[in-house]
């Protein structure tokens, strides 16, 4: 499905906005496409309000947290827009993953409040 990758306005976090049926090998092109948006910040906006990530397994998602910190370390903060009531437990599952594995990660409802919270730091 279409991703689109750009640092913010301010150039403080890198922008990642995903949609439709997404899959792992999607996910992991994403992430390898926004590398070097990462040599100008340490923060991730990651946009899934028209994304599905119902049809990942669990243990993928941990594999994709954990060689999310190791692909890109310098990713300090992430925060994850979903679409309310969408995948609830997929989401939860990926926050706690990547939080365990050094990420502080939050989910939110609206853009405004992820781009709230990644500017408080």
């Known amino acids: 499905m279409p991703t689109h990758l750009k640092l ?6 890198v922008l990642v906005v995903q949609t439709g049926p997404l ?6 092109q994403a992430r390898a496409e926004s590398l070097p948006l990462y ?6 906006l990651v946009d899934y309000r028209l994304a599905d990530i119902s049809s990942i397994p669990f243990l993928e998602i941990d594999t994709l ?7 890109v370390p310098k990713c300090k903060r992430m925060a994850i827009v979903r679409t309310q009531g ?13 939080v365990i594995r050094g990420v502080d990660t939050q989910i939110f409802d ?4 992820a781009q709230n919270w990644l500017a408080k730091t």
Do not use: M
């Open 8 to 13: 913010s306005n301010d150039q403080s976090y």
């Open 23 to 28: 899959r792992a090998e999607e996910i992991y």
């Open 39 to 44: 040599q100008q910040c340490e923060k991730a």
């Open 65 to 71: 947290a954990a060689e999310f910190r190791n692909d």
């Open 86 to 98: 969408k995948d609830e437990a997929h989401y939860i599952h990926l926050q706690k993953v990547c």
């Open 110 to 113: 609206t853009l405004t409040d």
